[in-house]
């Protein structure tokens, strides 16, 4: 008898746990993805993935293991590889000003000098390397495609390092690349040198492509600067693709405030204020005109909203992380006579992406101020397509990329 209840309780024991388990599973793999994604299956086992590490990283975090940043870091490293050449293209790594760099010379003989790309990886400032599988494939080809050299920078990362220091490796590296001694050691072409990232990178790209228009020592002009799906202001985090975004692909509006704010600081008030929109005092209330989504964004991205000015903030956030009122974070904040000079410009958004928005606007102000501007939006885009492994939707936008660089840079 005893023998029987101690069986039943640990069939029911088992059931519980199976229960329990196909529940927790589902919770992780059920994400509502919109219908105009394609091969939604490979989109939803990578966010899996990516939401279990990330929720695991979180949790370690509260119990005091390591920054959920560092965790994340360790578990990513598993996809890095090494500096391999093959029949194609040349791989190397060295430093450019101290800041590691991998470069991919393409082997074809050329007669001619030619084209340069100087990219930035994304990875919300915390995440990512030049050496990560995606975007060593996306340099190679890159490098192959266009018959350019292609300079993938690293740059110190969250939480080891904050801003400004991500904008300073990268713009360190990036004037290192443009001596023309340097060029010329390359057989690179000076006139013809460009500027990408995606994401954080875009960010990274924009900032300094804006900084070099200040800068006097550098005789080398960019010919172009292409963003892709680029975080550009952190001023309003409820612009519409950040409130409809809570459910989007790879990068919800929680992560992105989150990185965010460990750009800035790990100090979790930023993060706090920032999730409430109320972290912009009220003497900067001026710099919102420049992400004012109800001024520069097209109808239809409007539609179903209502702008509201975000809620001031106190000013102690301000005085301690006066980043996120920088320029050099949030290159939607430059005013207009330096946007006026900007090079010709390639922009990529996303429909299903929180950072849709920002891409948006720069493109709206951008051509305010008289830049030419390729803009390309997918319909069914969402954050992490263009550098997605194996998916159409990264081929499509990356034959694009390819396409308008082949013709203008
Ligand atoms: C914390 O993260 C760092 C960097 O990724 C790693 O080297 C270290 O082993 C981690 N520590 C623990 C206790 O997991
Ligand atoms: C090298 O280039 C050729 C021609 O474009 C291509 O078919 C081949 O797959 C490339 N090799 C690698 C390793 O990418
Ligand atoms: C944003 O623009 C709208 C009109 O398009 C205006 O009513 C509002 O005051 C502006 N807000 C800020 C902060 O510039």
Request: charge should be neutral; include cysteine; proline fraction near 5%.
């Amino acid at each position: 008898m005893a023998a029987k209840v101690e069986r039943e309780e640990g069939n029911m024991g088992r059931t519980i746990f199976l229960l329990i388990s196909v529940v927790l599973v589902a919770y992780y793999v059920y994400i509502p993805l919109p219908d105009a994604i394609e091969e939604p299956w490979k989109v939803l086992l990578e966010n899996t993935f990516l939401k279990i590490g990330v929720d695991l990283a979180f949790l370690g975090e509260r119990l005091g293991i390591n920054h959920s940043m560092k965790t994340i870091q360790l578990l990513m490293r598993f996809q890095d590889v090494p500096p391999t050449s093959d029949e194609n293209v040349t791989v190397m790594e060295t430093t450019f000003n101290s800041v590691p760099v991998r470069i991919y010379i393409p082997k074809r003989k050329s007669t001619t000098l030619r084209r340069g790309l100087f990219y930035i990886h994304g990875g919300g400032w915390c995440l990512g390397s030049a050496a990560s599988f995606m975007y060593d494939t996306l340099s190679r080809r890159t490098a192959h495609k266009l018959d350019a050299v292609v300079v993938s920078t690293d740059y110190g990362l969250v939480p080891k390092y904050h801003f400004p220091r991500q904008f300073e490796d990268v713009y360190r590296s990036l004037r290192w690349f443009l001596q023309e001694d340097i060029l010329e050691k390359y057989g690179v072409d000076p006139r013809r040198v460009g500027v990408s990232g995606d994401s954080a990178g875009g960010n990274l790209a924009a900032a300094v492509t804006q900084q070099l228009l200040q800068d006097p020592d550098v005789k080398v002009k960019l010919k172009v600067q292409a963003l892709i799906y680029p975080a550009l202001q952190a001023l309003d985090t409820n612009v519409p693709s950040q409130q409809e975004g809570s459910h989007f692909p790879i990068l919800t509006r929680s992560l992105m405030v989150r990185f965010w704010s460990e750009y800035f600081t790990t100090d979790q008030g930023l993060e706090k204020a920032m999730l409430l929109n109320q972290h912009v005092p009220m003497e900067f209330s001026h710099l919102l005109q420049f992400v004012n989504w109800s001024s520069l964004l097209p109808e239809r991205y409007k539609k179903g909203h209502f702008y509201k000015n975000p809620t001031p903030g106190n000013s102690e956030l301000v005085q301690k992380y006066p980043g996120f009122i920088d320029v050099k974070a949030c290159p939607l904040l430059a005013n207009d006579n330096i946007l006026h000079h900007l090079p010709l410009t390639y922009i990529i958004t996303c429909q299903y992406d929180v950072l849709r928005d920002d891409g948006l606007m720069y493109v709206q102000r951008l051509q305010n101020a008289g830049v030419h501007v390729t803009h390309h939006h997918f319909e069914d885009g969402f954050h992490g397509a263009f550098s997605f492994p194996n998916l159409q939707i990264a081929n499509r936008m990356q034959n694009q990329y390819f396409s308008w660089l082949i013709k203008n840079l």
